[in-house]
C-alpha cells in the first residue's frame, strides 16, 4: 500500500497538549525569619542607620547615717549599619520570549526575583548574626567588633547534634543574662541533617518528655522550649546547596540560636519593576532593586552552634 504525502493517518492528527503555566521549581520562596521575632526594624532612609545602646547599672552598698550620695557613669555606645544593594535583571524579547512561548514568562520571573528578594533577607540575617558590627559615630572613630569580641558564645556541636546542645544552649544564655521570657522565644535555626539527629534523641520525640508528635511529622519543633526554623544544608557525600542560608565553610556549618530583636535590620525594596529596554528592540527588562543591611544588637542574644557538613 502506498501512502501519499498530505493523507495522513489519525496519529498525525493527534493533538500535543502542552501545559500552559510554568512550573516553578523547588525553592524557599518565603522569608522565614522577617516574622519571628529575631528582627529589629530600623528606618529605611539616610547614609547609615544607628543603634545607641545604654549599659546596666549595679547598686553600692553603704553604712551608717546619712550616707554620701554614690555617684557612677553610664556608659553608652552606638552601633552602626550602611545599607547593601542587592540587584539583578531579566532581558526579555517580545518576540522569541513572550509571542513564540507556550505562556509569557514575565509574571512568573517577577515571582522569582521576589523570591530571590526573601532568601536574601534571611542569609542577611544569619551573616549579620555573626558577623562583625560597626561601632562609633558616623562622624567619628569607628571599628568592627568580631562577633567573639562582642559577647557571641560558640556551643561546639562538630560531633553531633543531640539533648546537650540544646542544654549547652539554654545554660549559655541563662549566663549571659537573658529572661527566661525572651529564652522561651529563642529560635534554633537548622538544616535537615541536624533536624534528623534530633529526630533521634529520646527526649525529642518520645512521649514520655514531650506533647508533640515529632515521629509523626518527621521533624523536631519545637526542640524543647526552641521554636525550630529549617532551612537546606550541605550534606558531605550528598547535597551541596548552592548559596546557603544558614553559613557554610568547607566542613563547618553555623547553626544559629537568636533571641528575640537579635539582629537589627533596614531594608527597602526600591524598585521592582517592567520596562521596555532602551538598548534592545522591543525588549522589556524585569529589574530588582533591594537594600538591606543588619546587625547585631548585642552579642548575648546570639549563640553559634558549629555543626559538621
Known amino acids: 500500500m502506498v501512502e501519499i504525502a498530505g493523507n495522513g493517518g489519525i496519529d498525525q492528527a493527534a493533538l500535543t497538549q502542552f501545559e500552559r503555566n510554568f512550573m516553578t521549581l523547588a525553592q524557599q520562596k518565603q522569608s522565614k525569619l522577617e516574622a519571628s521575632g529575631v528582627v529589629r526594624y530600623l528606618p529605611t532612609d539616610g547614609k547609615y542607620n544607628t543603634l545607641p545602646r545604654i549599659g546596666k547599672l549595679e547598686l553600692v552598698e553603704v553604712n551608717g547615717r546619712n550616707p554620701l550620695k554614690q555617684y557612677t557613669d553610664y556608659s553608652v555606645d552606638n552601633r552602626m549599619l550602611r545599607k547593601r544593594r542587592f540587584t539583578t ?6 518576540k522569541n520570549d513572550v509571542n513564540e512561548l507556550i505562556a509569557d514568562p514575565t509574571s512568573y520571573i ?3 526575583l521576589i523570591a530571590a528578594k526573601n532568601r536574601s533577607i534571611d542569609r542577611v540575617i544569619t551573616s549579620s548574626a555573626i558577623g562583625p558590627v560597626l561601632v ?6 569607628q571599628e568592627y567588633l568580631s562577633a567573639e569580641d562582642d559577647g557571641v558564645a560558640t556551643v561546639d556541636a562538630t560531633s553531633g547534634v543531640n539533648y546537650g546542645t540544646y542544654t549547652a544552649v539554654t545554660e549559655m544564655f ?10 522561651e522565644r529563642v529560635k534554633l535555626l537548622i538544616t535537615g541533617k541536624e533536624n534528623t539527629a534530633l529526630m533521634n534523641e529520646d527526649k525529642f520525640i518520645n512521649n514520655r518528655y514531650i506533647s508533640a508528635r515529632p515521629v509523626e511529622k518527621g521533624v523536631v519543633n519545637p526542640a524543647g522550649v526552641y521554636d525550630v526554623i529549617l532551612f537546606a544544608g550541605s550534606v558531605n557525600g550528598g547535597i551541596t546547596v548552592e548559596n546557603p542560608i544558614l553559613p557554610e565553610e568547607t566542613t563547618i556549618r553555623h547553626c544559629l540560636a537568636l533571641a528575640p530583636e537579635s539582629i537589627a535590620v533596614s531594608m527597602e525594596l526600591a524598585s521592582l519593576r517592567v520596562e521596555q529596554s532602551s538598548q ?4 522589556k527588562e524585569l529589574t530588582i532593586d533591594f537594600w538591606i543591611n543588619g ?8 549563640i553559634d552552634v558549629k555543626t559538621t557538613i
Open 89 to 94: 535583571s531579566v532581558l526579555l524579547d517580545n
Open 110 to 112: 517577577m515571582e522569582a
Open 136 to 141: 562609633g559615630s558616623p562622624n567619628g572613630p
Open 174 to 183: 541563662i549566663n549571659k543574662e537573658i529572661p527566661m521570657d525572651m529564652i
Open 280 to 283: 534592545h528592540v522591543n525588549s
Open 295 to 302: 546587625m547585631r544588637t548585642e552579642g548575648a542574644r546570639v
